[in-house]
C-alpha cells in the first residue's frame, strides 16, 4: 500500500457493496416496473387500435351504399323574374328612339299649335291666294283676247 492511500477495513466495504447492491436491485425493480407499466399502455393502445378499425370498417360498411337525392330545384321563381326581365326590356326596346320617317305633306293647320290667331293668318293668306290666282287667271284670258 502506497502511503496516500486509505485503509479500508472488511466491515466498510461490505457495507457500501451492500448499499450498491441493494441500489441496484431498486433501479432494476423500478426498470421492470416501468417497463411492465410501458407494456400495459402499448398493449391498451393496440386494443383501442383495434377497435378504431373495428369502428371505421363498420362505419364504412354502414354508410357505403348511402345515395344522397337532392328534390329537383324549383326554376318557377327564377323563369318568373327572368320573364319580367325579359318583358322590361322589350318594353324598353319598343319605346325607344324611333327611326325617322321622312314625309311631305302641305298643311295648312300645324298638328300641335291650335291658336285661333294662327288660323285667322292661315285663311287670310289663303283667300287673298285664291283671289291673287284668279286675278292671274282673268288677266291671262283678257289679254290673251286683246292680243289675237
Partial sequence: MNDQETPMDEITLTEML???FAHNKQMQD???LQQQKLDEKDQRIAELGKQNLLLINSFEAKYKNIQVESPQPDMAGVNETLAKGLLTINRTIESGPKPIIRQF???LFPEQGR???YYR???TRLI???LGFAFLIIAYLLLDKLIK
Avoid: N, Q, Y
Wanted: hydrophobic share 55%.
Fill in 30 to 32: 423500478f426498470i421492470s
Fill in 128 to 130: 287673298w291666294g285664291i
Fill in 105 to 107: 305633306r302641305l298643311m
Fill in 121 to 123: 293668318v292661315v285663311l
Fill in 115 to 117: 291658336s285661333t290667331d
Fill in 18 to 20: 451492500k448499499e450498491i
